[in-house]
């Protein structure tokens, strides 16, 4: 009887761990799975109509960017943000921008060939880890992607492992609320609202820093520094 208890024991915990280091992203990520579902999303990311609601000036200056920094910016999909994030840390200053998908990344890469930005290096990630130099990075922006990680987890450890000494991580994320996407479907789309947000962060040696709405009724704003 010991052993079978025993047995059963190590069973249940093995569960208990896979339970735990399972997949979390599913209703979130179920657009991005083939090219032509991500070219649909793309066209939407190119959108002209998106600075006006997505207020990058203001997101660059409320993450606190200044020239000659190193940012990365997590799950950079077509590459939106690059343009603002390289003029702002200028020649001195150098962007990073990460994807796990190969066509994002290209199509990455064209935009900042397109404006010149050459102050830009692209890196391909995985679900676990960003692939960021260690101890190499003043801010990390999360722009509307934390709801697509799978490994929550292990991607803030890896980012964790890539901020220098002081760093921070920028999250600019939806409210899981009727209003906050169209069609009421963030309260499907979206895994947290902020206060739990916060939590899981700060659990992983994150502690915030500020918080502010980014678009009203819409997004907000998370800084927090590593511990």
């Known amino acids: 009887m010991r052993i079978a208890g025993g047995f059963a024991a190590l069973v249940l915990a093995g569960l208990l761990n896979a339970t ?7 209703q979130a990520n179920t657009g991005y799975q083939t090219e032509q579902q991500r070219k649909g999303v793309a066209s939407g990311l190119a959108d002209p109509a998106r600075d006006e609601k997505q207020m990058p000036g203001e997101l660059i200056r409320a993450m606190g960017l200044q020239p000659g920094m190193t940012v990365a910016d997590v799950g950079t999909g077509i590459g939106y943000m690059l343009p603002f994030l390289s003029r702002r840390v200028g020649a001195d200053g150098h962007v990073i921008a990460e994807d796990i998908f190969d066509d994002f990344l290209a199509a990455a890469k064209q935009r900042a060939e397109n404006q010149k930005l050459a102050n830009v290096t692209f890196v391909k990630g995985t679900e676990t880890d960003p692939n960021l130099p260690e101890a190499g990075v003043d801010i990390v922006l999360a722009l509307d992607v ?17 901020l220098k000494p002081g760093g921070k991580l920028v999250v600019v994320e939806y409210y899981k609320r009727q209003e906050a996407m169209p069609g009421g479907r963030a309260l499907t789309h979206i895994r947290l609202d902020m206060p739990d947000m916060i939590k899981e962060i700060e659990a992983n040696r994150f502690h915030l820093i500020a918080e502010k ?13 590593k511990n």
């Open 146 to 162: 934390y709801h697509h990680f799978d490994y929550p987890e292990k991607m803030l450890a890896a980012m964790h492992k890539s």
């Open 20 to 26: 735990l280091a399972a997949q979390v992203a599913g």
């Open 213 to 225: 709405e980014h678009v009203p009724d819409s997004q907000y704003l998370l800084i927090l520094r």
